[in-house]
């Protein structure tokens, strides 16, 4: 803008000097001199056109480098669930053991019970043969037999009572390896399992680390993107100036190459004007007509309707957030330049058929629904995600199915697709913004979409 300041000055001294001439004096220098300004201005448009396009091609490479990152971030989404998934799996799992280790030590309480008792057992026993003498009161009980009957019975005890010691012994050892081998199992299989779910977490962490390096990469882009944009803007705002003042100067040119040319032929030029002023009569008469069978024929299809075949609403995904509805994503968040138009694009723009399902892409409360001039028909849902509040709007719908106050779930139904608004074609525009509407981010940064 500064550079063209001295230019459109010096065009606007020669304009001043070309009306303060008047008809008589006349110069080739002139004419010569606005040819000249009109080159030097036609230069520095195409600079100015130049770096346009050169502001254009980075915007553009900007933009394809962020659509490989933002599928990128798709894809750890989709990684990052299915590690929550397995790490919920495995904290059930985790608690299955738990109880099972609850169940363990009930067991291993009242096995030790009964290996307490048997040691007692032991200790009296062996606390007995001590006081008859060991062996020697087995052969006390045989000779103290009254009869043979007597002493076979007597012999038939003394082989039962040791039996039962050497029974009693045997059970205390195998209880007691029952008892370590089941303390080991117990042990072995939770650290197992608390093991993986380290492993699981450090996995999922990693994740996380990847993905905030990749939105530290696309903040630096989106950055870099509104540089571009506004030093494109300047551009744009030189370029139109420049090519105002051009065209201020080519109707100077002409108008001093006919005060020119007037003196020469002034009855040509009658007649001449004359018959271009037929021309455009005639011209404005077919123009007039042609308009009025453009309209007739507008009239005619305006009752015309356009039916459609809805597709089915999206899958619910794990998480906070899910899909608002199915179809292809046809423009990013970000700078786009339309056949209408350039702009910065506040949202994610999913196309699909007309009647589509749009489903609320996290829990939250409806706090505004209507219709807009560009959003055409709307709903607005405010959300708490973590104590943060944010916002998400949805718009071109052709029906709202929720209303102002709504509390509203992950996935349920609450519109569908439209082309209401200033729209193209089918399809949902959808915004995030972090805290209350007024900071649109990128939404594919936080919704698996």
């Not at 606005?34 to 230069?43: R, T, V, Y």
């Not at 045989?142 to 045997?170: C, H, K, M, P, Y």
């Amino acid at each position: 803008m500064k550079q063209s300041k001295p230019l459109i000055a010096t065009v606007a001294a020669t304009m001043a000097l070309s009306f303060g001439l008047g008809t008589t004096g006349v110069s080739a220098s002139k004419l010569n001199d606005l040819q000249n300004q009109q080159q030097q201005i036609e230069q520095k448009k195409n600079e100015l056109n130049r770096g346009i396009q050169e502001k254009a091609s980075n915007i553009k490479a900007n933009s394809e480098k962020m659509d490989k990152l933002l599928a990128q971030i798709k894809d750890l989404h989709g990684k990052i669930e299915t590690k929550q998934n397995e790490i919920a799996q495995l904290e059930q799992e985790i608690e299955v053991t738990k109880a099972e280790i609850e169940a363990l030590r009930a067991s291993i309480k009242e096995l030790e019970q009964k290996i307490a008792d048997r040691d007692a057992l032991l200790r009296d026993r062996i606390r007995a043969m001590q006081v008859t003498g060991g062996s020697t009161s087995y052969i006390d009980v045989l000779l103290g037999a009254s009869s043979f009957s007597d002493f076979i019975d007597r012999v038939s005890a003394v082989n039962t009572l040791r039996e039962a010691d050497r029974q009693i012994i045997a059970e205390q050892k195998a209880d007691k390896a029952t008892l370590e081998d089941q303390k080991k199992q117990v042990e072995d299989k939770l650290a197992s399992q608390e093991e993986n779910k380290k492993k699981l977490e450090a996995a999922k962490a990693e994740l996380d680390r990847q993905k905030q390096e990749l939105d530290g990469l696309i903040s630096q882009l989106e950055a870099e993107q509104q540089r571009l944009e506004k030093e494109q803007s300047s551009l744009q705002a030189e370029y139109s100036e420049a090519h105002e003042m051009s065209s201020e100067l080519t109707q100077q040119i002409v108008a001093e190459q006919e005060r020119l040319a007037e003196i020469a032929r002034k009855a040509e030029e009658e007649r001449k004007r004359k018959e271009a002023e037929a021309r455009k009569q005639a011209a404005a008469a077919a123009a007039s007509k042609q308009a009025e069978s453009n309209r007739k024929a507008a009239a005619s299809s305006s009752g015309s309707s356009v039916g459609y075949t809805s597709a089915p609403a999206p899958a619910v995904s794990g998480g906070t957030w899910t899909r608002p509805a199915s179809g292809r994503i046809t423009s990013t968040f970000g700078y786009r330049n339309l056949s209408w138009a350039s702009s910065n694009h506040a949202g994610v723009d999913i196309a699909n058929a007309t009647g589509t399902p749009i489903v609320a892409a996290g829990n939250g409360i409806v706090s505004s629904t209507g219709s807009h001039r560009t959003l055409g028909n709307y709903i607005m849902i405010t959300h708490s995600v973590n104590g943060q509040t944010m916002t998400t709007v949805y718009g071109h719908l052709s029906s709202i199915n929720t209303s102002k106050g709504a509390q509203v779930s992950k996935g349920q139904m609450i519109g569908r697709m439209g082309s209401t608004g200033r729209s193209s074609g089918p399809h949902l525009h959808f915004e995030v913004h972090i805290g209350t509407y007024g900071n649109p981010v990128n939404p594919m940064r936080y919704v698996p979409l």
